[in-house]
Antibody, heavy 117, light 105 residues
C-alpha cells in the first residue's frame, strides 16, 4: 500500500541542525512532488516547501528560505528535509506529504517530532 | 496571500456545519480541505474545491465562489469533531488557513 515512513523523534540544542527523512513506498516516487509541513504544539499546519523528486527542483516558503534544504535520493525513494540554525520555536511535528492519487496532499507520513531545547 | 478561517464552530448532532475560508480571489484557485483529529495526521477530505477522495462520505461537500471557499458537513456526527484546514495553491506555493475547531455538542 502507499506509505510514507519518517525517521524518529529528535532532540536538538538551539543553533544545531536536524535532518528528517521520509521513505516512500507503494507508488513511483519520482512521479509526485513531496511536500513538507510542520505543526507547532497546539498550532495549525504550516507549509515549508516541496521538492520534485524527478529532478530535485525545490520551492520553499519565503519564511524558510536560506534555513531549510530539501533533497532526495531516488535510489531508495527517500526525501530529506534539513533545518539549520534551530530555534526553540522550531519545536514542532514535521510531516512529509505527497499528492499521489488526487490534487491534494492525500498521503502523509506519520510525523517526526523535533524538540529544540 | 493569507487564508482566513473562523477559529471555532459548534453544532448540534444532526445539524449542518459550514466552515468558511476566505482569501483574495480564492475562486481563481483550487482549494482543498483537511480533517485532523487529536493526535492524528491530517486527512484530505475535499480537493479541487468540491471533489471527495475515495472513502470520504457524501455528507461532506465543498464549494468555492468569489473570495470564499466553504466546507459543508451535513447531518454532523460526533465522529466529525476535529480541526479542519483549508488549503490553496498560490504561485506554486501552498498556503493553509489557520484552522477551525469543530465541536459537536
Amino acid at each position: 500500500q502507499v506509505q510514507l515512513v519518517q525517521s524518529g523523534a529528535e532532540v536538538k540544542k538551539p543553533g544545531a541542525s536536524v535532518k528528517v527523512s521520509c521513505k516512500a513506498s507503494g507508488y513511483t516516487f519520482t512521479n509526485n512532488y513531496m511536500h513538507w509541513v510542520r505543526q507547532a504544539p497546539g498550532q495549525g499546519l504550516e507549509w515549508m516547501g516541496r521538492i520534485n523528486p524527478h529532478n530535485g527542483d525545490t520551492k520553499y516558503a519565503q519564511k524558510f528560505q536560506g534555513r531549510v534544504t530539501m533533497t532526495r535520493d531516488t535510489s531508495i525513494s527517500t526525501a530529506y528535509m534539513e533545518v539549520s540554525r534551530l530555534r526553540s520555536d522550531d519545536t514542532a511535528v514535521y510531516y512529509c506529504a505527497s499528492e499521489v492519487d488526487y490534487y491534494g496532499l492525500d498521503v502523509w507520513g506519520q510525523g517526526t517530532t523535533v524538540t529544540v531545547s | 496571500s493569507d487564508l482566513s478561517q473562523p477559529p471555532s464552530l459548534s453544532v448540534s448532532p444532526g445539524q449542518t456545519a459550514s466552515i468558511t475560508c476566505s482569501g483574495h480571489k480564492l475562486e481563481n484557485k483550487y482549494t482543498c480541505w483537511y480533517q485532523q483529529k487529536p493526535g492524528q495526521t491530517p486527512v484530505l477530505v475535499i480537493y479541487q474545491n468540491n471533489k471527495r477522495p475515495s472513502g470520504i462520505p457524501e455528507r461532506i461537500s465543498g464549494s468555492n465562489s468569489g473570495n470564499t471557499a466553504t466546507l459543508t458537513i451535513s447531518g454532523t456526527q460526533a465522529m466529525d469533531e476535529a480541526d479542519y484546514y483549508c488549503q490553496a495553491w498560490d504561485s506554486s506555493t501552498v498556503i493553509f488557513g489557520g484552522g477551525t475547531k469543530l465541536t459537536v455538542l
